[in-house]
């Protein structure tokens, strides 16, 4: 039984032993970027139809030599990046690889305001190593015009949202609540989570995704979920998913049930061995790469870094600890400009759920709630 504790579940409570890192890969030379960026552009996860011919011309450009064995901790992709797609070509991507040099540890004990360190650091050099010429290729229209609000500015003020990337000229926003179910509250839903959905592992042309995975959808929705070469079935929205809904959205100032996402997918990760590689939920269904998009994350259970880097430099990227009970938000043109991932960590023994609600802004074709939108 869940136990019944009072709402708001819990008040903010203060910076406990957070710890963020921000991590720094060698610098490459300006070709090198230019090429990954090509080469990231082509491991998007989106597949939809009218992206997909770019997608592969660009892929056959990179003509990746990576080895994959599949089953081995060291997998190693054996094909060129033009036979991989989407998820497939992520997964072989996210894999441990070259040294990386921790260059910040930033640890943060009970202050009043929490104080973080990257979002002043995006202030001073949002865009380090680009010339005035790319910056205006990845520049996106402020904020003022698009009417994005951030989420953090939308929750209760006694809420202490902050902000880990506040870009304002590609417009990418990433948001950080800890903590904010308590563990007792954390534990029943993942229980519920655990036993209430309907659990896959679906399988690439690598073999079966490190991880397991569950798609949900809002009522009469009936969208699949595609990613690379992998499609998830709906599950309609459990019961449980509503209450936990009612718990997490209003942190997120999102107090009335229409204004809700109306997907949410699951991942199971049963230990430190399963991962996400490097990708962007940049699917047809979220618009993510076209307009501000939102996602919301909840993590339950073991505690598991969360990374991101822009699409054209690993030089800050970005590892968030997310623990139980911690939301973390993606807002924005996030999914455009960047890319994020769940890595090995073979240390972790213990599993973790992770939820990530979205807004499905164009449903598939024949899907009955494609009339509400
Ligand atoms: O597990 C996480 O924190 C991230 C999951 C994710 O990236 C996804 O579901 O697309
Ligand atoms: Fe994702």
Redesign the pocket.
Known sequence: MMSVLPYPPLAHPPWTGFVATKVKKKKKDKKEKKKKKRRRESSSSSESPEETSSLKVSAAKAKAKAKVAPGSSKLKVSAEHDELSGLDLLIAEGLPSEVVVVVVVVVMVAAKRPRHGWDEAEEKESKPGLTEEELDEIREEPRSVTGLKLIGEEAPSNLSWHYVLKDETTRSFVGFLPRTLSQDVCSSFFEKALEGAKWLQPSGPNGPIPRKTAWMVYFDCTCTYRYGRIEVEPQRYPPWMCTLMHWVMPCCGINEQKDWPNSC?L?L?QDGSAS?GW?A?DEHLFQGKNRDCRII?L?LGAT?S?ELRRNWSEADTIRLP?TAGDLCTMEGMVQKHLQ?R?PREDQVRAPRI?L?WRWIVRHSPGCPARRSV
């Open positions: 997918n991942n990760y996400v990708h939920d994350s993590s598991r969360f997310l994020h769940v992770n990530t």
